[in-house]
């Protein structure tokens, strides 16, 4: 792609009305555009990197054997009657009204309308569990949209729900979940940590939030800095070793401030390892058993003729917000670099060539050189504006691709100057930059 074509409106300043450096930046490189109040358009460079978190999301939901549907963006108010929820979720539901004057909403979230769908179709035990999720955009009237697209009205989220015939299948199914999310946010390079939280208008008894450590995060957090120790990896999804993961974490106080409880945190964790700071709530998920079973009726058949209403558990990712979450987690302000994880970035590569009015040749090479990583999957950026080198590097260091090569009057023969965004450049061919790349991307 060549930048002077490319749809990326690149302001030379940071936009005032952004508050903290995801939206800055987000807005600086022209990923999104505000359309209105908490609702954006997602432009060329943040649909890629939204594209490639969702792609992420999908795989480790499609690994612990979550089936994907998709739900629609609108549903109808009957079920929210019958679950009790219409009424209780208040403002924050957009309530509109059809022609037919029926009143209907933008989904915030879909409990009601996936308890629907499977009431309808599964009657036994014996197709249980079952594990469904979307990726959908969700409508919230929040009161106070601020901080772009990390807390908007309309967003992009994953939500999966589970149902299973008792208590002790249900966590199977959490604990799947816990699982899969510690997988999902470290591919994305970020350390979530899971928090014991509150269950909100979600209701329930079981509850993490999965939260990202971050200066301009909006939950507080009191934790036991151990936890950051743990060990999350574990392929096995066996019942047991899930159970050991999660309580692994459970042994150190870890919660948000709905949760917080002052004597306990003190008694339970020393001095020394007391951490109270900020985060990001990247991810959440509840167990609540038959909350919406019973009030909507979903019920299966159980061996001996009897009939028991499905255990529940739903399990949230905000796609859109981990866009501006891992910027807040790897934007250098100071430097003004941006160096995207490979598996997200939008960009795999840019290269840099010094244009000289009367010579062209160094935009050649930059053409040929991309046309062969074209040829190896790399997707790559090349600046042929006419601006001057800094100024190049400048823009490059903001739109984040994690490598750049630099095309000069010296560039000979075989070597090109090659670096890692932000690092020193060394000069080695086209050959084992393009290994070099693959196998980082292969890693994920
Ligand atoms: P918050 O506490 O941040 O308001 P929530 O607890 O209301 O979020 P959930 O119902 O748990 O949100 O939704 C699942 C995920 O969707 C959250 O973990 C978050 O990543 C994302 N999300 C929720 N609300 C918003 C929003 N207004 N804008 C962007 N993402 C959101
Ligand atoms: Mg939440």
């Not at 796609?319 to 598996?343: F, H, Q, T």
């Not at 965004?421 to 060394?426: A, D, R, W």
């Amino acid at each position: 792609m060549l930048l002077s074509k490319s749809f990326v409106p690149i302001l030379k300043n940071n936009p005032s009305e952004a508050k903290i450096k995801s939206h800055q930046l987000m807005l600086r490189v022209g990923m999104i555009k505000q359309s209105s109040s908490g609702i954006y358009s997602w432009l060329p460079l943040g649909f890629k990197v939204m594209k490639k978190i969702e792609k992420i999301v999908r795989e480790e939901q499609d690994k612990i054997g979550a089936q994907e549907i998709l739900m629609p963006t609108i549903q109808s108010s009957e079920i929210w009657k019958e679950s009790g929820r219409y009424e209780d979720y208040g403002e924050e539901m957009l309530r509109i009204k059809d022609r037919q004057n029926r009143e209907m909403l933008y989904g915030p979230t879909n409990e009601e309308l996936v308890t629907d769908i499977f009431r309808a179709s599964i009657k036994s035990y014996k197709s249980l569990p079952q594990l469904l999720y979307h990726i959908q955009w969700k409508f919230r009237d929040e009161i106070r949209p601020r901080f772009g697209i990390m807390r908007c009205r309309e967003f992009f989220m994953k939500d999966a729900y589970s149902f299973d015939v008792d208590d002790e299948e249900a966590l199977y199914s959490y604990n799947k979940f816990f699982l899969s999310y510690l997988k999902t946010f470290k591919r994305l390079e970020l350390t979530a940590i899971p928090m014991a939280a509150d269950t909100g208008p979600i209701g329930g008894n079981l509850s993490h939030e999965f939260i990202i450590l971050a200066e301009t995060g909006e939950s507080k957090i009191f934790t036991d800095k151990r936890i950051f120790e743990v060990e999350s990896s574990g392929t096995l999804i066996e019942k047991k070793s899930l159970e050991n993961l999660r309580n692994k974490y459970q042994e150190f106080y870890s919660v948000t401030d709905e949760k917080f409880n002052k004597e306990e945190f003190e008694k339970k964790v020393n001095k020394d390892n007391r951490l109270i700071t900020k985060g990001i709530e990247v991810g959440h998920i509840f167990y609540f058993g038959d909350k919406y079973s019973k009030p909507m009726n979903a019920s299966v058949d159980l061996p001996g003729g009897k009939k028991n209403f499905v255990k529940m558990g739903s399990y949230g990712i905000g796609v859109s917000r981990l866009v501006g979450a891992i910027i807040e987690a790897k934007y250098d302000e100071k430097n003004e670099i941006m160096k995207w994880p490979v598996s997200v970035a939008p960009y795999d590569l840019s290269i840099i060539p010094m244009v000289n009015k009367n010579d062209t040749s160094s935009l050649e090479k930059a053409n040929k050189i991309y046309l062969e990583l074209k040829k190896n999957n790399i997707d790559a950026i090349i600046d042929d504006t006419e601006e001057n080198f800094s100024s190049k590097l400048k823009k490059m260091n903001l739109i984040g691709a994690p490598y750049q090569i630099i095309i000069g009057n010296q560039t000979d023969g075989d070597n090109l100057e090659f670096k890692e965004i932000g690092e020193n450049t060394s000069k080695i061919n086209l050959k084992s930059i393009i290994e070099k790349i693959n196998k980082q991307k292969e890693k994920n």
